[in-house]
C-alpha cells in the first residue's frame, strides 16, 4: 500500500484546533478507503517554541519538510508577539524559502451555504481559482528603516518583480485556466499607478498569453477589481495577481462566498522540487482560540487539496462529498449559523465517510 508522509505544523492559536480536526477526518478517511496510508510526523513551530528558545522554527526547518510528500499548516501568530516577527518567523519563512511561489485559492459556494451577494443563487455563479504569486513582489522582504526613533525616521518597504518569477506564476494561471471548462484568466495589476514592477506584469502576460490561444484573458486593475468581483462575480473564472493583491482579494472573496472559516489554500512549487504547503486561508483567530468553536471546513478543504496534489485523486473526491453533504445539512460551527463545536463538525464528517 502506498504510504505518504505528512508535515503537521499546526501552530498558533486555533490553528491546533483546525489541524487536530483535520488529522482526525483523514484517518477516518484511510481506514474506510484502505488504499493508501498517511503517516503523520507533527512539529511544534510555533509562539511557545519562540518564547521557549526565541526561534519559531529550527534553522533546517524547510530541510526536515524536505522529507516529507506535504506539509499541513494550521495558523502562526499570537497577541503578544509583533506580527511580523510570527509570520517571518514561521509560514512566510517557509514561503519563499521552499519557493512555494503558486498560493491557489479556490473559491466557490459550497451546497447550502449562502453567498453575500444578492445576484448569486446558482453556485456556478460564484466558482472562481484565484492564483496568488507567492514568493517575491510586495512580499520580499527588502527594505529598511532610516534615522530609527528621530522625528524625520524613514522605512522603506521595496516590492521587487522578477522577470522569471512574474512568467512563472502567469503560466502556472494561464494552465490553471486551461485545465477549467470556461478556461478563462483575469490578471490583475495595478499599472497605471504601479509603473515599473505592475507594467512588467502585463507585458509579461500578453508574452504568455501568446502560449495559450485556448484560453480567454482579460486584465483588470486591483481597485475596479473589488468591484467587479461583487458586481459581476459571474465573469470571472481564474484570477492571477501579485502576492499582497491577491492576499486582500483572496480575504473578499472568501467573505463573498460564504465565511473566512471555508476558505482553503494551496502553497505549491509546481515543480515538485519541494514539498508543497496546505493552509486555511484564516490566522489564529485569537478571538475564539480555546473555545472549540473554529470552523474546521477550510483546513479540511486544504487537506482535500493535498491529496489531489500528492495523487489521491479519487480519496480526495470522497473527502469533498463528505464534507460537502454534512454542511449541506446545516452541521456547522456558529459562523456558519449552527451550533456544532469543531470536534462535532470533524466527527460528523468522519462518520459521513465511513458511511458513504
Ligand atoms: P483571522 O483570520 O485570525 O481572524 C479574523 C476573524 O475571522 C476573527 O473574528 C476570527 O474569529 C474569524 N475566524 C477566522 N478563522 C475562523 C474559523 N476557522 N472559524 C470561525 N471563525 C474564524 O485574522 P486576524 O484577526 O487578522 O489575525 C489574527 C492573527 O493571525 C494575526 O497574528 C495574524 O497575523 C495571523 N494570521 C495568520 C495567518 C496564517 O497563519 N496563515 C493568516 C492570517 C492571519
Ligand atoms: C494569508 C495571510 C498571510 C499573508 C499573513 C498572515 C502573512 O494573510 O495567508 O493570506 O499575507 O500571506
Ligand atoms: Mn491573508
Redesign the pocket.
Known amino acids: 500500500m502506498k504510504k505518504y508522509s505528512i508535515a503537521l505544523i499546526p ?5 491546533p484546533e ?1 489541524v487536530g480536526a483535520t488529522v482526525e477526518v483523514l484517518h477516518a478517511l484511510t481506514r474506510r478507503l484502505q488504499t493508501f496510508e498517511l503517516a503523520f510526523e507533527e512539529f511544534d513551530w510555533g509562539t511557545e517554541r519562540y518564547k521557549r528558545v526565541g526561534a519559531y522554527m529550527p534553522d533546517d526547518g524547510c530541510d526536515r519538510l524536505r522529507g516529507h510528500d506535504a506539509a499541513l ?7 503578544d508577539v509583533p ?1 511580523h516577527i ?2 517571518w518567523g514561521l ?1 512566510l519563512g517557509l514561503r519563499g524559502p521552499l519557493q512555494l511561489f503558486a498560493n491557489v485559492r479556490p473559491v466557490r459556494m459550497l451546497p447550502g451555504m449562502q453567498s453575500r451577494l444578492r445576484d448569486v443563487a446558482d453556485p456556478a455563479d460564484l466558482d472562481w481559482v484565484l492564483v496568488r504569486e507567492n514568493s517575491e513582489g510586495e512580499y520580499s522582504g527588502q527594505g529598511g528603516r532610516t534615522h530609527v526613533g528621530q522625528p524625520h525616521e524613514a522605512a522603506t518597504e521595496v516590492a521587487i518583480y522578477t522577470r522569471a518569477g512574474v512568467a512563472r506564476i502567469l503560466r502556472f494561471a494561464f494552465e490553471t485556466a486551461r485545465a477549467r471548462s470556461r478556461k478563462r484568466l483575469t490578471v490583475v495589476t495595478k499599472s497605471n499607478s504601479l509603473r515599473h514592477g505592475l507594467v512588467l506584469w502585463d507585458e509579461v502576460a500578453a508574452e504568455v498569453a501568446a502560449e495559450f490561444p485556448d484560453v480567454a484573458w482579460d486584465k483588470e486593475l486591483v481597485d475596479a477589481m473589488t468591484v467587479r468581483m461583487v458586481a459581476r462575480p459571474r465573469t470571472l473564472d481564474v484570477v492571477v495577481g501579485t502576492n499582497l493583491h491577491m492576499d486582500i482579494l483572496s480575504d473578499l472573496a472568501a467573505a463573498l462566498a460564504g ?3 471555508l476558505a482553503p489554500s494551496s502553497n505549491l512549487d509546481p515543480t515538485r522540487a519541494n514539498p508543497s504547503l496546505f ?10 482560540t480555546g473555545k472549540g ?7 479540511i478543504w486544504s487537506a482535500a487539496e493535498m491529496l489531489k496534489w500528492i495523487g489521491e485523486e479519487d480519496a480526495a473526491a470522497h473527502l469533498m462529498r463528505s464534507l460537502e453533504t454534512v454542511v449541506s445539512r446545516g452541521e456547522t ?1 456558529p ?1 456558519l449559523g449552527g451550533s456544532l463545536s469543531t470536534n462535532q463538525v470533524a466527527r460528523a464528517v468522519s462518520h459521513e465517510i465511513a458511511n458513504t
Not at 279 to 288: C, K, N, R, T, Y
Request: proline share 8%.
Open positions: 501552530g498558533d492559536g486555533i490553528g483546525v499548516f494550521g495558523a502562526v501568530g499570537a497577541p506580527d510570527s509570520l509560514l465565511s473566512i472559516g493552509e486555511p486561508v484564516h490566522g489564529s483567530a485569537f478571538d475564539i468553536v473554529a470552523n474546521p471546513v477550510a483546513t460551527t459562523d
